[in-house]
């Protein structure tokens, strides 16, 4: 069964004539709003599934931190509420007013990405608002959204915001190995030793798609440019959302590798350059996820490019199959069919779908 996860609104149908929403000496040049109050209770359903390797479905529901803003299109006025647990807020906003409604959710509080939704002023301090990866947990991805609404007194229909996660999801769901045309590894051990991914942007904007950088950009601006196998250590809350470690699982003919992994990263339009093995198709740091294996004692590495990546959408490698050796370098692809076959696809399936809005089993 599937249920959208929204931000649903409805109108509480109280009106109160009370101190209206516009200055008095702005209120006649919008007499439909007739200086009314309208109460609009904002309300959190269907907390939204992560799909992190390995948590439960009790932890992938959590919504918690989120709050609402209300901008007048008219005045420019605007209200807004928080809470810290998911719980229903209430605006009084003025009917008859066009109001453009945002919805920040799972927000931090504290480190480089906090947010502090007592210092919006405008539209563009949510939208122009820098989120860093690192401020997404397993049980708490960043989603943002908005809409545009009219309060009508005693209107009962509810209203969505639809949100969407910032981050993109990236699946390996099924890994085989076939060396029946490699004699000379058909008698070794090939052992799953972990998947990662690499070239992650460390931040991306709320109200855009993807923040692109130049190729002169410096390695502060990604995640895991040289994969962990050169000791580069990621941030506390990193290693959990961009791979996982120590799998050792022995792969053969007959045997696949059936584990669901799912990764998280921010959205990259990159794609390859036209010879992949050059200089310049490494500076463009296509996202990819990487399978670190060896075979017998030799370790080796199969990256995956991720191509053009979009928000709040799932890219799967649905059955990757290894016919050989794979490079010692997990920034070098392997397109030769000899080595390994592999396609990574946007998907609709039951946790997402691509078109904005979040899905739930």
Not at 154 to 161: D, E, L
């Amino acid at each position: 069964m599937k249920h959208f996860l929204s931000i649903i609104l409805s109108f509480a149908g109280v009106v109160s004539c009370a101190v209206p929403y516009l200055p008095e000496n702005k209120a006649a040049e919008y007499p439909e709003a007739d200086s009314l109050l309208v109460s609009v209770v904002f309300l959190a359903q269907n907390g939204g599934d992560s799909k992190v390797t390995g948590v439960t479905d009790s932890d992938e529901r959590a919504t918690g931190r989120w709050a609402v803003f209300a901008f007048n299109d008219h005045t420019g006025h605007f209200r807004w509420e928080s809470s810290d647990n998911g719980t229903p807020l209430t605006l009084q906003l003025t009917a008859g007013q066009r109001y453009t409604c945002f919805a920040i959710v799972n927000y931090p509080i504290s480190g480089v990405g906090a947010f502090d939704p007592s210092t919006v002023r405008t539209p563009e301090d949510l939208t122009g608002k820098v989120a860093y990866l690192g401020d997404n947990r397993i049980s708490a991805l960043l989603m943002f959204g908005y809409t545009s609404i009219i309060p009508v007194p005693g209107a009962a229909a509810p209203v969505s915001i639809n949100v969407s996660r910032l981050v993109s999801r990236i699946d390996l769901r099924r890994l085989e190995v076939d060396f029946s045309a490699k004699p000379h590894l058909a008698g070794k051990t090939f052992t799953l030793r972990g998947i990662y991914v690499t070239n992650a942007y460390r931040t991306s904007l709320y109200g855009n798609d993807y923040t692109y950088q130049e190729l002169s950009g410096t390695r502060s601006a990604w995640y895991n440019t040289g994969g962990w196998h050169r000791g580069e250590s990621a941030e506390s809350g990193i290693d959990a959302i961009l791979g996982d470690r120590g799998i050792n699982a022995v792969v053969s003919a007959g045997n696949p590798y059936t584990v669901n992994h799912s990764f998280y990263a921010f959205p990259n339009p990159t794609r390859e350059a036209d010879d992949i093995r050059t200089m310049e198709a490494w500076m463009r740091r296509c996202t990819r996820l990487v399978i670190e294996a060896s075979i017998d004692s030799d370790i080796v590495y199969y990256a995956i490019t991720v191509p053009g990546m979009v928000r709040n959408c799932i890219y799967a490698a649905s059955n990757v199959v290894i016919h050989g050796r794979g490079s010692n370098d997990p920034e070098i692809i392997d397109i030769d069919p000899d080595i390994i076959e592999a396609d990574i696809v946007p998907v609709i399936d039951d946790s997402w779908d691509g078109a904005g809005n979040i899905i739930l089993d």
